[in-house]
């Protein structure tokens, strides 16, 4: 879908869309397009002061800077892929993000990254005699006070997963006001924040107490230990990151990724996870040397589900 346009844009169009669906070479469809989606967002967020048109998924209307992006696709993706995957574009891609300026949206990480390592969602099933988190009635519960704010939900379940960090010998840090994750640019202000961590004991930075003086009394219906703080990034393998949404949407687990893709290490050694969590789910996501190795949903009343939380928590493969 075209969200603006101009009198030069129909050639482009067509030198564009020409130009995705019959690739001059054996290359797969998907790879011309990502190469062209990011040298699209390159040369927009390079040149700033032109007043590029484009289009919804990123091909710039204007018919010189398609002409550019065309010239460049082309030496681009006539690299050797030993050296130029599409893997390491995406890395590159998502640790170059500044303040503000995203190169590739969250629903297009998701898609670049479940084709690349070969990932698909797995809806785990019951375990005969084995415990859920929640019984029907406290998730009822959940639900009833948090059926539209996210900062409710992780107040909601801050007891629930408190007491399950402990249970690993680690505590729930909520992190949603406080960027710790860091990008490629060293200053705070690109620094990213997911919902929570858990982590072992004193190992996290305290930030005081909640800003948000309007869930006191939600607090007072779940009392716990709350926790506000953030991570310390150079002792990140020890953590397990949360996120919170009212319901998942895939675009959602396209940002998880890249919290993941920005903690992971150079090495095969250290295991990453992420748990994505929403009123009814929770998708539990791996992660090793720069790849997705694992999404797993459960449901918060399933059989199973608390034992692949601790499991989880204490880093078990």
Known sequence: MIS???????????????????????????????????????????????????????????????????????????????????????KLMIQSEKSGISLLTDSEIRVLIEIEHNIVLVYATDVPGSRPILSDQEHTSIIKEACTNEHQLIVCFTPTLESLSQECSMIFVNTEDNPWIHTLFETSVDFQKP??????????IDCGGDPRSSLTSLKERYPTTYRYGRGIWKIRDFYVIWDFKVKISPADRGKAYRYLLHLCREDRFNLYQCVLCDQNNFIIIKARHGTITSVVSWRWTQSGSRQALLDTLSHRI
């Open 195 to 204: 919902g929570a961590l858990s982590t072992p004991r004193h190992l996290y």
């Open 4 to 90: 603006s346009i101009d009198s030069s844009s129909s050639f482009s169009t067509y030198l564009t869309y020409l130009f995705l669906y019959f690739p001059p070479s054996n290359k797969p469809l998907f790879h011309w397009h990502f190469t062209f989606r990011c040298s699209s967002c390159i040369l927009n967020s390079s040149f700033p002061n032109n007043k590029f048109i484009v289009l919804n998924d990123g091909v710039p209307a204007n018919f010189f800077s398609t002409l550019f992006n065309f010239l460049l696709v082309l030496v681009v993706s006539l690299c050797d892929e030993s050296q130029y995957g599409i893997a390491k574009k995406v």
